[in-house]
């Protein structure tokens, strides 16, 4: 009998998807996948060629949505480069360690090494080159109770 492999084809269930605006798009999701881990999906790009909007999945689920900072007329998204913060979550605290070391190796401004909290997560948190506030830890948020 042989092996199938299966390809998933369709979009991913409803999930919180953060969203940034940056003033270099492309270097900032170019530093995203080099330094954190994250996969690029998709780069919308307009007529000049900046990209309008973009997604990149984290591999432990979920994703980023960004586009480049720019002049418009159209006011339902406005969020300077620079303001974001984010918590992701790591595979384990290993996964941490080696998303801090690939990411200051990368440039990334330290703001606390590794360590470890009274709650059982092991974090670290950093800046990107614009500013953004990055925190990856192993906390994967309290349990819920079961919807239903």
């Not at 199938?4 to 995203?32: G, H, K, N, S």
């Not at 689920?61 to 984010?86: C, D, I, N, V, Y």
Request: hydrophobic letters at 40%; a negative charge; charged letters at 20%.
């Amino acid at each position: 009998m042989s092996e199938t492999t299966m390809i998933e084809t369709t979009t991913p269930p409803a999930q919180v998807w953060p969203t940034l605006r940056a003033r270099d798009a492309r270097a900032l999701i170019d530093f995203y996948v080099s330094a954190f881990g994250f996969t690029e999906t998709v780069a919308h790009t307009d007529d000049a060629g900046t990209i309008v909007h973009a997604e990149l999945a984290w591999p432990v689920g979920g994703g980023l949505m960004m586009g480049q900072e720019r002049e418009t007329t159209e006011k339902r998204w406005h969020l300077p480069s620079g303001t974001f913060g984010a918590y992701v979550v790591t595979r384990d605290a290993a996964h941490t360690d080696e998303i801090f070391a690939r990411a200051v190796a990368a440039g990334a401004t330290v703001v606390a090494e590794p360590y470890d909290t009274d709650y059982g997560s092991h974090d670290c948190t950093l800046l990107d080159p614009e500013g953004n506030h990055w925190q990856f830890g192993t906390y994967p948020g309290s349990p819920r109770a079961a919807v239903g």
